[in-house]
T-cell receptor, first 113, second 118 residues
Framework: QQQVKQSPQSLIVQKGGISIINCAYE??????FPWYQQFPGKGPALLIA?????SEKKEGRFTISFNKSAKQFSLHIMDSQPGDSATYFC????????????FGSGTQLTVLP | GAVVSQHPSWVICKSGTSVKIECRSL??????MFWYRQFPKQSLMLMAT?????????EQGVEKDKFLINHASLTLSTLTVTSAHPEDSSFYIC??????????????FGPGTRLTVL
């Protein structure tokens, strides 16, 4: 059972453009939604995260938009750069004691120079 | 801060041998560490949750006798792949939860270990 659905699977954007990656979840017990960036052969690195009581969070060129009623959240990368080319994973954390993360399937972003 | 290291970064072993992977939180204490497995171009799949001083909790379908986890201290967890087979070849990633940080007990990931079983 895929609890976090991520789209698109791959995304190609021109330098300077906006990259948008979407995620949807079903479990209302999730209480924390991070985004991770992963380069080939490396572990994921936390990019930005949001709690469900906030509709938007911005850090530099990265913005998370959160729609609690629709159970959807998205990552916007403004002024995309070739160095942003990586795989991006959304995740959702359960509110139980284990606080486990459930990951989306990933989006491979390519920013063309 | 919040650095997690893994050792080794890559390992090649023969089928039937055992391999130990270490995960360390370098600048914080982690009562809970997580072990993930990632196949090429796929997402991270949680294998087990490792709690300091107690037995690990394994996800459904993960053989606990094959993937031995030990979390002996607040900064070290180890994953031992016993009697490795070629199908165990994968990218193994650990993460540690920093309870001291305000932002939601954020998980910080190690750089991963590439295991290749011949």
């Amino acid at each position: 059972q895929q609890q976090v659905k991520q789209s698109p699977q791959s995304l190609i954007v021109q330098k300077g453009g906006i990259s948008i990656i979407n995620c949807a979840y079903e479990n209302t017990a999730f209480d924390y939604f991070p985004w991770y960036q992963q380069f080939p052969g490396k572990g994921p690195a936390l990019l930005i995260a949001i709690r469900p009581d906030v509709s938007e969070k911005k850090e530099g060129r990265f913005t998370i938009s959160f729609n609690k009623s629709a159970k959807q959240f998205s990552l916007h990368i403004m002024d995309s750069q070739p160095g942003d080319s990586a795989t991006y994973f959304c995740a959702a954390r359960s509110s139980g004691s284990a606080r486990q993360l459930t990951f989306g399937s990933g989006t491979q972003l390519t920013v063309l120079p | 801060g919040a650095v997690v290291s893994q050792h080794p970064s890559w390992v090649i072993c023969k089928s039937g041998t055992s391999v130990k992977i270490e995960c360390r939180s370098l600048d914080f204490q982690a009562t809970t560490m997580f072990w993930y497995r990632q196949f090429p171009k796929q997402s991270l799949m949680l294998m087990a949750t490792s709690n300091e001083g107690s037995k690990a909790t394994y996800e459904q379908g993960v053989e606990k006798d094959k993937f031995l986890i030990n979390h002996a201290s607040l900064t070290l967890s180890t994953l031992t792949v016993t009697s490795a087979h070629p199908e165990d070849s994968s990218f193994y990633i650990c993460s540690a939860r920093d309870l001291a940080r305000l932002e939601g007990n954020t998980q910080y990931f190690g750089p991963g270990t590439r295991l290749t079983v011949l």
